[in-house]
């Protein structure tokens, strides 16, 4: 199975009652492993999790920290990651990193130009 594919397997875990929206993500470790995630509602919204971000806390949990790709697939076409998992996309991931939308590809630099990073 591809990473698309992965993705939108995992959308099958959503728990989003709330917006009726399901994402699933696919996360590709530099050394070639596979976290995927889904978006996890809440209540109380506030505390809810965009896909990617369960995705990258799975594999960093487990000691990952180097990253070559992402892929999302949302209910409908064009989602796109929101500021939050973009700003951690940049904390652990070069400028490079493969983030596939779709039958798109785009990079971080694509998603996140200017971002802040204390050593540039
Ligand atoms: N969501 C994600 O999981 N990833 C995205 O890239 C965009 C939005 C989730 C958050 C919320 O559970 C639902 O989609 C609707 O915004």
Known sequence: MNLMEKAI???NNSYSPYSNFRVGAALLTKDGKIYTGCNIE???YSPSCCAER???FKAISD???E???IAISGDKENCYPCGVCRQVMSEFCAE????YIDDKEYTLK???PYSFDLEK
């Open 9 to 11: 397997e995992a959308k």
């Open 42 to 44: 809440n209540a109380s």
């Open 54 to 56: 369960v995705a990258f």
């Open 63 to 65: 000691g990952y920290k």
């Open 67 to 69: 990253f070559s790709a």
């Open 96 to 99: 490079n990193f493969k983030i």
């Open 110 to 112: 694509d998603m996140l």
